[in-house]
């Protein structure tokens, strides 16, 4: 795993962060282990300050669970420490109760601070326990946040040994003053509150008594039943519409033996599913090879309503299982879905599954989100809060995940639709955030406003909302939409740079100089190292006619990291294309251009016209002009970028060096 980058314009360290995350996530989503499957150990201090003995077998802690995080606590209030361990796997929790015989003697301390020099808990301070006979003391430091993501208890547990007697307690104030505490015994619970001097013994709290059991994991089986949570959208089948009845989806081939046992016992007695209203679909996943399915279906009487499944469809089934489950197993065959008639999905059944089974799994359909999540579970428990219900942005991850874009926004206005997609008023707004975000990266820029007109709807003072529906107005040619926009979202967020950076980028394509000044200028003055402020400040001064200032902004950036590519194509034109003689600077403009291209391997259309721009301005039209036509060839024609090739190509024909008329000569 990739350490954390420090700087956010060190391109190649985040990269490898990211792909690093995404590595480990696929481990997970896989069921595989973070550390290769490393056993849990303990290991005993042999007492010589040198040696420690593995007793992970004697004390039971060799148990197979991926464990992940510990806290530390007296849970029976015996004078020893118990553990309380998480895991990734199942059990998801365990309770290790420390029953070794000791005479040895205990103390255990809970601090209180006084909310205002020290923070209630105490959190930050130093203990110090004095014992009688001994000449230094035993020291602890309270701390919150232990171990992997937990926290133990707060009570700080010493051991003594074999001394009871307790000549005083001092503890250091994380405020930073020391405070004596007297009356404290060995063997006992006491409370030091600041500013008492006194140990106060706890009062003795009633105990919570967990029996120890067995924890029996199932039989290892590729089959599998699950009942989903209240809200999931099966993604539409093809053409096939499902609507009166419920439908059971069976995905199948004709080359699968068990798909063949199963479709043929269903279609025994094939009335039983009309008298519980239940439709079979037989969706096939054998692709170009029709013939067959429909003979074998012919032969059992053709029972069951039929669909050839294409890719996208199988792909889609397969990331809502997927996503249901949190784990990335291919779907196999058979797979059915059991759906409601309204498209909300109820089981899924990897693997043959009864009719039986079937018909009593319809009544899902009734039942309360508490009830369906009991009846879902494959064993007894006690839940600790209400049922969260579907969220169709995880089958939308999914298929954004596989590159199937397109599927995933079609998935995703599905569900979207469904009377059953539940979810806080946070939940919504993020899901219509989400089909505006996929929508704009589409190029669909006028189909992404209305959710993300939705989304501020339900989210009115969500930057990322405001900031986006900005984009997108300003994208589709309304600009007073946009920057009115950025103008709510700066009163609802003052001062914040994003906001004033994305106002300034609006305010100079909208022609607005003065006022992208103005908040450009804030920004930076906020944030003075801030890449992209300084970057579009330096454009707004470029077209204010402060050319000079641009440059040595330019410069600056560079200065402080030459891997800023874009940074140095944009000082690369200007010192090529800028229309006042006095600013331009040929060879250094060609010089910055060949770096580029050489960076990039020639591969970045962006830094090879700007290369061509740097031959043009040293009058080496016929190299330009061939570098330009090879370009064109290769961008779309009504592309900003193509129509910007166009346009310079057009100068190179006429042996004039391209100008940006954008800019204005030095005031």
Request: aromatic share 6%; with cysteine.
């Amino acid at each position: 795993m990739s350490q954390s980058p420090l700087d956010a314009t060190e391109l190649s360290g985040l990269n490898s962060y990211k792909q690093g995350w995404k590595a480990l996530n696929r481990l997970l989503h896989e069921n595989n282990s973070f550390s290769g499957r490393e056993t849990n150990n303990a290991f005993l201090n042999c007492g010589d300050g040198a040696r420690f003995a593995d007793v992970s077998t004697a004390i039971g802690w060799d148990f197979a669970d991926d464990a992940r995080a510990i806290g530390r606590i007296d849970w029976d209030q015996d004078g020893d420490l118990d553990l309380w361990v998480s895991n990734r796997t199942a059990p998801r929790i365990r309770l290790l109760k420390n029953q070794l015989q000791s005479e040895a003697s205990f103390l255990s301390l809970h601090l209180g601070g006084n909310g205002k020099s020290t923070n209630r808990d105490g959190i930050g301070s130093r203990v110090e326990v004095h014992l009688k006979g001994l000449k230094n003391p035993l020291i602890q430091t309270l701390h919150a946040g232990q171990s992997f993501l937990s926290q133990s208890s707060r009570w700080m547990h010493f051991g003594l040994g074999e001394n009871t007697e307790i000549n005083h307690l001092i503890v250091h104030w994380a405020g930073g003053q020391a405070e004596t505490f007297t009356g404290a015994t060995g063997n006992g619970f006491f409370h030091l509150f600041q500013g008492s001097g006194k140990a106060i013994p706890r009062e003795k709290p009633s105990k919570i008594s967990l029996e120890p059991s067995q924890h029996l994991l199932p039989t290892a089986s590729p089959l599998a039943r699950i009942i989903a949570p209240l809200g999931h959208a099966v993604p539409p089948i093809n053409d096939y519409t499902i609507k009166d009845s419920t439908t059971l989806i069976a995905l199948w081939s004709h080359r699968c033996p068990h798909c063949i046992r199963e479709l043929t016992s269903w279609s025994e007695n094939s009335e039983e599913w009309s008298r519980n209203n239940i439709k079979i679909l037989a969706l096939s996943a054998d692709l170009d090879e029709r013939e067959p399915c429909e003979a074998f279906l012919k032969k059992l009487g053709n029972p069951f309503d039929f669909v050839m499944a294409d890719r996208g469809t199988v792909e889609s089934l397969d990331a809502l299982q997927s996503s249901l489950v949190d784990l990335w197993i291919p779907v196999p065959v058979p797979t059915s879905f059991l759906v409601s008639e309204e498209g909300e999905l109820l089981a899924i059944y990897r693997g043959p599954v009864s009719r039986e089974q079937v018909i009593a799994d319809s009544a899902i359909i009734s039942m309360t989100p508490k009830e369906r999540r009991q009846y879902g579970s494959p064993f007894k428990g006690q839940w600790v809060g209400d049922p969260s219900p579907g969220n169709p942005r995880r089958t939308t991850d999914q298929l954004v995940e596989r590159a199937q874009r397109d599927a995933a926004i079609s998935y995703l206005q599905y569900a979207l639709s469904k009377p059953f997609n539940a979810g806080s008023e946070f939940d919504k707004g993020d899901n219509q955030l989400l089909l505006g975000q996929l929508l704009g990266r589409s190029g669909r820029i006028i189909e992404a406003i209305p959710p993300l007109k939705k989304a501020r709807g339900y989210l009115p003072d969500d930057i990322r909302v405001l900031r986006l529906l900005a984009t997108g107005y300003f994208e589709s040619g309304a600009s007073p939409d946009a920057l009115a926009v950025l103008e709510d979202a700066r009163k609802r967020h003052p001062g914040n740079l994003d906001l004033l950076v994305d106002s300034g980028k609006m305010a100079i394509a909208n022609g607005q100089v003065t006022e992208a000044l103005e908040f450009l200028e804030g920004a930076q003055q906020e944030a003075p190292g801030r890449v992209d402020t300084r970057f579009h400040l330096a454009d707004a001064l470029l077209r204010a006619g402060k050319p000079q200032k641009a440059i040595a902004l330019y410069k600056g950036l560079l200065g402080s990291n030459p891997r800023i590519l874009e940074v140095a194509d944009q000082l690369a034109r200007v010192l090529s294309t800028h229309p006042d003689d006095s600013i331009r600077s040929p060879r250094e403009a060609l010089a910055l251009a060949t770096r580029l291209c050489k960076i990039t391997k020639n591969k970045n259309i962006n830094h090879l016209l700007t290369y061509a721009l740097a031959k043009a301005n040293l009058e080496e039209f016929a190299e330009a002009e061939k570098l330009l036509n090879q370009l064109k060839n290769a961008t779309h024609a009504n592309s900003s970028l193509g129509l910007e090739i166009s346009s310079a190509l057009k100068s190179v024909v006429l042996k004039k060096a391209v100008r940006n008329a954008l800019w204005k000569s030095s005031n």
